[in-house]
């Protein structure tokens, strides 16, 4: 079955069930989607302000929105494809030892089983710069919002690493392994550096309106 067109309920009994999948790698994709939806939500009120269009720059956010929707769409696709793709390498692991069969089979399992969480994490951290943008120039009052997104996002970007490496360490193809590994350690300082800073800009509006609310009770006290 496709999870994409079934209920959310649907997906969220068989994740907490003892099926084998969905697992932690349909799960990233599915918190990863969410976080660019977030992200998308925000860039549409960002086309809609009036006479400046997106900080003055109305292509710039048409151009953010369609690379937001096509990430989207893509980790739409990866929330089943990692169904998929664990129950073949489930099956290939429950091949007989010595059938001469597994070990080819094996490899080729194991490497996508690694790529569907690879690109989990590589199209959420394509999604970030999107966050750090938004965070800097957006709408302050949807800030808590994009700040939520990036948690997402950093959640999701988590998941999926850990799920391409428990995969990338039982492949025999080394040099495919530690490219893949390497770009995962690249893309993991990335992520964090946006992530943090658009936790350090969210905070400073929370501040600056609990400031600013503390102003108004006490104006409203004389």
Do not use: W
Not at 24 to 42: E, H, Y
Not at 58 to 86: G, Q, W
Not at 96 to 103: G, H, K, L
């Amino acid at each position: 079955m496709k999870y994409l067109d079934a209920p959310l309920k649907k997906y969220l009994a068989d994740l907490g069930s003892a099926l084998p999948a969905p697992g932690g790698g349909s799960a990233a994709a599915l918190t990863a989607t969410v976080g660019v939806s977030l992200l998308l939500m925000a860039a549409c009120y960002q086309q809609k302000k009036s006479v400046t269009g997106c900080v003055g720059e109305a292509a710039s956010c048409r151009l953010m929105l369609k690379k937001l929707a096509h990430i989207r769409n893509r980790l739409e696709r990866l929330i089943d494809l990692d169904v998929l793709v664990y129950m073949r390498l489930d099956a290939v692991i429950k091949m007989p030892r010595d059938d001469v069969r597994r070990r080819a089979r094996l490899e080729k399992a194991l490497k996508e089983a690694a790529e569907i969480p690879f690109m989990t994490a590589d199209l959420s951290a394509q999604a970030a710069p999107y966050g750090l943008y938004l965070g800097r120039h957006g709408n302050k009052n949807l800030m808590t919002d994009v700040g939520s997104a990036m948690a997402l996002l950093m959640s999701a970007f988590t998941a999926a690493r850990f799920n391409a490496v428990i995969n990338l360490v039982r492949i025999k193809d080394r040099p495919y392994a530690r490219k893949k590994l390497a770009r995962l350690t690249e893309m993991t300082m990335t992520i964090q550096r946006m992530t943090e800073k658009v936790f350090a800009i969210t905070g400073d509006v929370i501040e600056t309106k609990r400031t600013r609310g503390e102003e108004d009770a006490r104006g409203r006290k004389r």
